[in-house]
């Protein structure tokens, strides 16, 4: 993929950078060679921005190419909104007092090229702002009223108005930006088409995909013609680079993970999962009314807000299980035995959120794993109680360790068929993408604990009878979106 900066006039851009070309806007919105099949990213780093400029224009006619601009149009709109400016810094309200604490002027400017400040000190305040406004070259303006620090305005900054003394380190932090992305795979039988993200979290003690899994996707994608790169929560302004992105990290709702997916979603690319996903598999108290409405079989179940409490005891008997709403990885599940108990743990569930799930406590040696993605089965498991616990999972306490329960694959053949059914039925309410659906099985009646979302993939467990075909199989359903979608914006 070639890499155009564009600029008003070449002779204004005083960096020099490998691989990149310097072209005049003009030439770019106008020469027939830039309007063709070229797959291009290209970098916006004319003077202005404003409505129906050059600067405006090559955004827009950038995206109506299919190639890859930075900025895209949306965020060139959001930085002419002074109010949604405001609007997106504020949850970078903390970081912002602290990162200027130590400022005794009134009066701040701080200067952001590709995500980065000359100054180490200012580089997490850099990078958030240059996540949520996704423009390469910013100057974002400070004010402090009554001892607080407010975002007054925010500007572009022009290839010609980069101080002297900057240019060196904006040649450096440009350099790496254009050069972040993998060599395009070599060697490939099949030529990279599409460009695929996999979000991923190196530090996650419970990732949903080990290492060598992560290998195997990656394996999977380029041989179906896939460049794939491994993203992580710092590269959120990078989103429009890609065709589609995976998420391979823990997702919740109030998280990075949600905000990627709905950036995603909004730049048009083939997510998995979706944000309509995250947000209603990670709340079990829509899913406790989603399943009940739609006669799908649980537990017995009481949403439990600060008027019914007395009502646990009578309808589920103890001991019974409590759930906060977004609860995960066995965290935020607690099995109660006594009315002391019942009443601690309900009260402290009830200080988080307005309503929690109390449940029936169903006693099983394993849980069925039935993965589904694209409406259709892809593996099932059973996922064993860790031992001498009631979960699949046990948490150590005083302690960040923990202790899982055996994984066994089964061959889908081998499956009850009411399991597989049911399973089918319950992910069908949340959408077509990649779902985990839990179910316990007792004599003959099945019910549905969750529908969880971003389910996990291990080598050594999931893929203990597809293999490489089980990585193949979600990679096709990548490929064949990404081409749909791309057949639909040519029609």
């Given at each position: 993929?070639?890499?155009?900066?564009?600029?008003?006039?070449?002779?204004d851009?005083?960096?020099?950078?490998?691989?990149?070309s310097?072209?005049?806007?003009?030439?770019?919105?106008t020469?027939?060679?830039?309007?063709?099949?070229?797959r291009?990213?290209?970098?916006?780093?004319?003077?202005s921005?404003?409505?129906q400029?050059l600067g405006?224009?090559?955004?827009?006619?950038?995206?109506?190419?299919?190639?890859?601009?930075?900025?895209?149009v949306?965020a060139?709109?959001?930085?002419?909104?002074?109010?949604?400016?405001?609007?997106?810094?504020?949850?970078?309200?903390?970081?912002?007092q602290?990162?200027?604490?130590?400022?005794?002027?009134?009066?701040?400017?701080?200067?952001?090229?590709?995500?980065?400040?000359?100054?180490?000190?200012?580089?997490?305040?850099?990078?958030?702002l240059?996540?949520l406004?996704?423009?390469?070259l910013?100057?974002?303006?400070?004010?402090?009223?009554e001892?607080q620090?407010?975002i007054?305005r925010?500007?572009?900054?022009?290839?010609?108005?980069?101080?002297?003394?900057?240019?060196a380190?904006?040649l450096?932090?440009?350099?790496?930006?254009?050069?972040g992305?993998?060599?395009?795979p070599?060697?490939?039988?099949?030529?990279?088409?599409y460009?695929?993200?996999?979000?991923?979290?190196?530090?996650?003690?419970?990732?949903?995909?080990?290492?060598?899994?992560?290998?195997?996707f990656?394996?999977?994608?380029?041989?179906?013609?896939?460049?794939?790169?491994?993203?992580?929560r710092?590269?959120?302004?990078r989103?429009?680079?890609f065709?589609?992105l995976?998420?391979?990290?823990t997702?919740?709702?109030?998280?990075?993970?949600?905000?990627?997916?709905?950036?995603?979603?909004?730049?048009?690319?083939?997510?998995i999962?979706?944000?309509?996903s995250?947000l209603?598999?990670?709340?079990?108290?829509?899913?406790?009314e989603?399943?009940t409405?739609h006669h799908?079989?649980i537990?017995?179940?009481?949403?439990?807000?600060?008027?019914?409490v007395?009502?646990i005891?009578?309808?589920?008997?103890?001991?019974?299980v409590?759930?906060?709403?977004?609860?995960?990885f066995?965290?935020g599940?607690?099995?109660?035995?006594?009315?002391d108990?019942?009443?601690?743990?309900?009260?402290?569930?009830?200080?988080?959120s307005?309503?929690i799930?109390?449940?029936e406590?169903?006693?099983?040696?394993?849980?069925?794993?039935?993965?589904?993605?694209?409406?259709k089965l892809l593996?099932?498991?059973?996922?064993?109680?860790?031992?001498?616990?009631?979960?699949i999972?046990?948490?150590?306490?005083?302690s960040?360790?923990?202790v899982?329960g055996?994984?066994?694959?089964?061959?889908?053949?081998?499956?009850?068929?009411?399991?597989t059914?049911?399973a089918?039925?319950?992910?069908?309410?949340i959408?077509?993408?990649?779902?985990?659906?839990d179910?316990?099985q007792?004599?003959?009646r099945c019910?549905?604990i969750e529908?969880?979302d971003?389910?996990?993939?291990?080598?050594?467990n999931?893929d203990?009878f597809?293999?490489?075909?089980?990585?193949?199989?979600?990679?096709?359903?990548?490929l064949?979106?990404?081409?749909?979608r791309?057949?639909?914006?040519?029609?």
């Amino acid at each position: 993929m070639s890499t155009l900066v564009i600029v008003n006039n070449p002779h204004d851009w005083p960096l020099q950078i490998p691989d990149v070309s310097v072209v005049s806007a003009r030439a770019y919105l106008t020469n027939p060679a830039y309007n063709g099949q070229l797959r291009a990213r290209v970098v916006n780093l004319c003077k202005s921005y404003r409505y129906q400029s050059l600067g405006y224009y090559v955004s827009l006619l950038a995206e109506a190419r299919g190639h890859k601009p930075f900025p895209r149009v949306n965020a060139i709109e959001d930085l002419q909104t002074p109010s949604l400016v405001r609007l997106l810094t504020e949850d970078l309200e903390t970081l912002v007092q602290k990162s200027l604490s130590s400022i005794r002027a009134d009066r701040f400017e701080l200067s952001i090229y590709f995500g980065r400040n000359v100054a180490k000190h200012y580089h997490q305040l850099s990078r958030q702002l240059f996540n949520l406004l996704q423009v390469p070259l910013l100057r974002v303006f400070f004010d402090r009223h009554e001892n607080q620090w407010r975002i007054h305005r925010i500007s572009t900054i022009a290839a010609n108005d980069i101080p002297v003394q900057h240019q060196a380190f904006v040649l450096e932090a440009a350099t790496d930006y254009f050069s972040g992305r993998k060599p395009w795979p070599q060697n490939k039988l099949i030529p990279a088409r599409y460009d695929l993200a996999i979000l991923h979290d190196p530090n996650d003690p419970e990732p949903p995909s080990n290492a060598l899994a992560l290998k195997q996707f990656e394996k999977a994608a380029e041989n179906l013609g896939l460049h794939v790169e491994f993203i992580t929560r710092a590269d959120l302004a990078r989103l429009s680079e890609f065709d589609a992105l995976f998420i391979r990290d823990t997702t919740y709702v109030n998280h990075y993970t949600y905000r990627f997916s709905r950036r995603a979603a909004a730049e048009g690319l083939v997510v998995i999962d979706d944000p309509n996903s995250i947000l209603k598999c990670n709340n079990k108290v829509y899913l406790a009314e989603l399943l009940t409405r739609h006669h799908i079989p649980i537990p017995k179940t009481l949403l439990v807000h600060r008027d019914n409490v007395e009502q646990i005891i009578p309808l589920l008997a103890l001991p019974c299980v409590l759930k906060q709403p977004d609860s995960s990885f066995s965290v935020g599940v607690t099995k109660v035995k006594s009315e002391d108990e019942l009443q601690q743990k309900v009260e402290s569930l009830l200080n988080k959120s307005e309503l929690i799930v109390a449940q029936e406590y169903l006693p099983t040696e394993f849980d069925w794993r039935v993965a589904i993605l694209d409406r259709k089965l892809l593996f099932v498991c059973k996922y064993y109680m860790a031992p001498g616990h009631w979960q699949i999972i046990k948490h150590r306490e005083q302690s960040h360790d923990f202790v899982e329960g055996a994984t066994a694959v089964v061959p889908l053949t081998e499956v009850p068929a009411k399991v597989t059914r049911l399973a089918l039925k319950a992910a069908n309410l949340i959408g077509d993408g990649f779902y985990g659906v839990d179910i316990k099985q007792i004599g003959k009646r099945c019910y549905v604990i969750e529908i969880n979302d971003n389910p996990n993939v291990d080598a050594g467990n999931e893929d203990g009878f597809l293999k490489e075909a089980l990585y193949q199989r979600i990679m096709e359903v990548f490929l064949h979106r990404i081409e749909a979608r791309k057949h639909g914006d040519r029609r």
